[in-house]
Nanobody, 119 residues
Framework: QVQLLESGGGLVQSGDSLRLSCVASGPNLNPYNMGLLRVAWYRQAPGKERELVAIISSGGRTNYVDSVKGRFTISRDNAKNTVYLQMNSLKPEDTGVYYC????????WGQGTQVTVSS
């Protein structure tokens, strides 16, 4: 069992930056097991479906939705059981609740952190 806790959201202006963190915890979690997790960030804007923003594989390969390519960077520090989402040049359309998702042979979700970008 893995628990995910997101942090780092907030209210910012267009063009600003934020770094989200997703800390994983669990009775059997260690840096090796953390490294086996595929981890992603999703977001859900008001009235819209949840969408995949960025994903990082156990091997460190990354992929992004087109709308954030060149602005967002997903990274992981397995020793800290943490995955980050660095968000630069934020736009109002980036507003939403950002969720951390992890998968090994089960799927895990965090509670989400709110990001609001004002114009």
């Amino acid at each position: 069992q893995v628990q995910l806790l997101e942090s780092g959201g907030g209210l910012v202006q267009s063009g600003d930056s934020l770094r989200l963190s997703c800390v994983a915890s669990g009775p059997n979690l260690n840096p090796y097991n953390m490294g086996l997790l595929r981890v992603a960030w999703y977001r859900q804007a008001p009235g819209k479906e949840r969408e995949l923003v960025a994903i990082i594989s156990s091997g460190g390969r990354t992929n992004y939705v087109d709308s954030v390519k060149g602005r967002f960077t997903i990274s992981r520090d397995n020793a800290k059981n943490t995955v980050y989402l660095q968000m630069n040049s934020l736009k109002p359309e980036d507003t939403g609740v950002y969720y951390c998702y992890a998968h090994d042979f089960r799927s895990y979700w965090g509670q989400g952190t709110q990001v609001t970008v004002s114009s």
